[in-house]
């Protein structure tokens, strides 16, 4: 069965970094785009940022120049580096992967940021 699981979150003050890793079951090779994904309390699941199969990268307007996301296939694990966090940042961060064409999410690492 292929799992994302996350890890890394948790609370921190405004100003500061975390980072973020999500370990797949299995080779993240095999995987096409993988992404982060965030949802705060009563607001709907967005982009956060995506690295592509082919290599190319994406982040939300929001998160440009202070979030970077990396991957190591060695470890079969993908990275989200977040510095200069803000309060509008606190919500569950999800890792997600498209894999032979189905979507697959892991259950998310809760990050708090407090002014």
């Known amino acids: 069965q292929v799992q994302l699981v996350e890890s890394g979150g948790g609370l921190v003050q405004a100003g500061g970094s975390l980072r973020l890793s999500c370990a797949a079951s299995?080779?993240?090779?095999?995987?096409?785009?993988m992404a982060w994904y965030r949802q705060a309390p009563g607001k709907q699941r967005e982009l956060v940022a995506a690295?592509?199969?082919?290599?190319?990268?994406n982040y939300a307007d929001s998160v440009k120049d202070r979030f970077t996301i990396s991957r190591d296939n060695a470890k079969n694990t993908v990275y989200l580096q977040m510095n200069s966090l803000k309060s509008e940042d606190t919500a569950t961060y999800y890792c997600?992967?498209?894999?032979?064409?189905?979507?697959?999410w892991g259950q998310g690492t809760l990050v708090t940021v407090s002014s």
């Open positions: 690295i592509r199969a082919l290599g190319s990268i």
């Open positions: 299995i080779n993240i090779v095999s995987f096409g785009d």
């Open positions: 997600w992967a498209m894999y032979r064409a189905r979507q697959i």
